[in-house]
C-alpha cells in the first residue's frame, strides 16, 4: 500500500473509532412527582376498585456503558416510603430506559418496573409498583418525569 492509501486508512479508522454511539448518561439522584391508578384487591373481597394515589419518586442511579442499577423509593399518598432496590437496568443509545427491581419487607413484597426514555435534562415514562401481602394486593401504575436532584 502506497502512502496515499495508508493516509486513507488512518483517518477512515480515527473517523470509525470518534463516531462511536455515546451512551446517555443517568447516573445520579432524580426525582418526580405524579398520580398513579392502583388496582386493589383486599384479602376479604377479591373484587378490585381502582382508586388514584399521589406518589413521590425517588431513583438513585449508578451506570455502567449500558447497565443501570440503583434504588427507588417510592412514597404513595401518606404512607411511609418503601425502598426498592433496582436489579436490572438497561439504557440504549437512543435513551430508551427500562429498570426492574423487588423488594421483600417481612410478609410483604414489591415489584418495581419502569419503561422510558431518557432525554437531557429528564427521564419520562410510565412506573410501575406492584405491593403483595396478607390483605391483599396492589397494582400502582401511571407516567412520570423525573428530573435531577440533589
Known amino acids: 500500500m502506497n502512502r496515499a492509501g495508508r493516509i486513507t486508512v488512518s483517518l477512515t479508522l ?14 445520579g439522584k432524580w426525582h418526580g412527582n405524579g398520580q398513579l391508578t392502583a388496582s386493589v384487591r383486599t384479602a376479604i373481597s377479591n373484587r378490585p376498585h381502582t382508586e388514584n394515589v399521589p406518589v413521590d419518586v425517588v431513583f438513585v442511579l449508578t451506570q455502567t456503558d449500558k447497565d443501570v442499577h440503583g434504588d427507588a423509593a417510592i412514597t404513595a399518598a401518606t404512607n411511609k416510603p418503601i425502598h426498592i432496590p433496582i436489579q436490572t437496568g438497561v439504557i440504549q443509545p437512543d435513551g430508551t430506559l427500562s429498570l426492574e427491581g423487588d423488594a421483600t419487607f417481612g ?11 431518557s432525554d437531557p435534562g429528564k427521564i419520562t415514562g410510565t412506573v410501575d409498583v406492584a405491593l403483595d401481602n396478607v390483605g391483599g394486593t396492589a397494582d400502582n401504575k401511571g407516567p412520570i418525569t423525573l428530573t435531577p436532584s440533589n
Open 14 to 27: 480515527i473517523l470509525i473509532a470518534g463516531c462511536k454511539t455515546k451512551m446517555p448518561q443517568v447516573a
Open 107 to 117: 410478609l410483604a413484597k414489591a415489584h418495581l418496573s419502569f419503561d422510558g426514555k
